[in-house]
């Protein structure tokens, strides 16, 4: 990795930061006009869940695209992060509405009967939500228990070293989504048809701003590829079949990253009183998560069924 030294703590920096993590001084190259020279970036914070969207009067109305909660605008002096890439919308706004249909069709037996047919969309709106996107190296370090070589007991300790390559590897900077959303939203993506640019105007779609800071960021990177790592590392590297206390820990030898938005349809959509939101990839439709009503009535009928059979075996078992 490149790297360099704060001129004013002599903390190391490496390139494209914007403030140093440690005194927060700006690095030579980073140009900061004066306060008074300066147009600060207004985005549109929501009060309920904490997305950032920057400001464009074509398209920015008073609600949130991820939660319809209030915005409210703010100016941000210092230096920001900026999308470097978009990945293009290629799901239409009906395929989007078809995609809900499909889905709630197919959630099983314990979703209300007339779930399809009384579900309501609320409110439908295309968006980019952003993340980073990452190639690295590592020397990674591990120690695990494995059923080989276990002798008498049913484990043996091991440790070792390796060098592993990870590529593209897609992490949530997202506030407005949540990371179990982007998670299942990420093997949707094209990472190599991205386009230079922030994106055009998708109808009224927003884009999230990065608001959140490259020290935040590394940590987050960080921790993915440890959980990477653990996983790859069971599939080869360490001996065994069977595996427990994995733990790795891992040196970056090199590490590129790249600030990406993603296409997403939010979804809100209500039955009867409740609403409910899906967010569906916006590069295909099949690829969705969200949140849907339960039926009670059903859930309670199974477990008397099962309870009344419990208890008819028992009392046969009895008199026999």
């Not at 591990?142 to 007991?153: F, L, M, V």
């Not at 043996?156 to 897609?170: E, K």
Request: glycine share 8%; aromatic share 8%.
């Amino acid at each position: 990795m490149t790297s360099t030294n704060c001129i004013r703590c002599a903390s190391p920096l490496e390139s494209g930061d914007l403030r140093c993590a440690v005194c927060g001084d700006v690095p030579e190259g980073v140009h900061v006009p004066p306060k008074n020279e300066r147009l600060e970036k207004i985005v549109l914070r929501c009060d309920t869940c904490g997305a950032a969207t920057r400001y464009d009067a074509r398209s920015q109305g008073l609600l949130c695209s991820f939660c319809t909660g209030l915005l409210k605008s703010e100016e941000v002096g210092d230096p920001v992060e900026q999308t470097e890439a978009y990945l293009p919308f290629t799901v239409e706004r009906k395929e989007a509405r078809e995609a809900l249909k499909k889905w709630l069709g197919r959630l099983g037996f314990f979703r209300p009967a007339d779930l399809i047919s009384k579900s309501r969309i609320e409110d439908l709106r295309p968006l980019w939500w952003v993340g980073w996107v990452f190639d690295a190296e590592a020397l990674v370090s591990w120690t695990a228990d494995s059923n080989a070589g276990s002798q008498r007991s049913a484990w043996a300790p091991h440790s070792g070293q390796t060098d592993l390559v990870f590529d593209d590897v897609l992490v949530s900077a997202s506030r407005g989504l949540s990371e179990k959303e982007a998670y299942a939203l990420t093997p949707s993506y094209n990472i190599g048809g991205a386009e230079p640019g922030t994106g055009p105007r998708e109808d009224d779609a927003v884009v999230e701003a990065f608001d959140v800071q490259r020290s935040q960021a590394r940590t987050r990177i960080t921790r993915v590829i440890h959980s990477i790592a653990a996983h790859r590392l069971q599939q080869g590297h360490i001996p065994g079949s069977n595996f427990r206390n994995v733990h790795v820990c891992a040196l970056l030898t090199g590490l590129e990253t790249r600030r990406l938005a993603f296409p997403a349809w939010v979804m809100a959509y209500r039955y009867n009183d409740q609403l409910f939101r899906v967010v569906i990839s916006g590069q295909d439709s099949a690829m969705l998560k969200g949140k849907a009503p339960y039926s009670w009535f059903r859930i309670l009928g199974v477990a008397a069924g099962v309870l009344l059979l419990v208890l008819v075996t028992v009392l046969l078992g009895a008199l026999s």
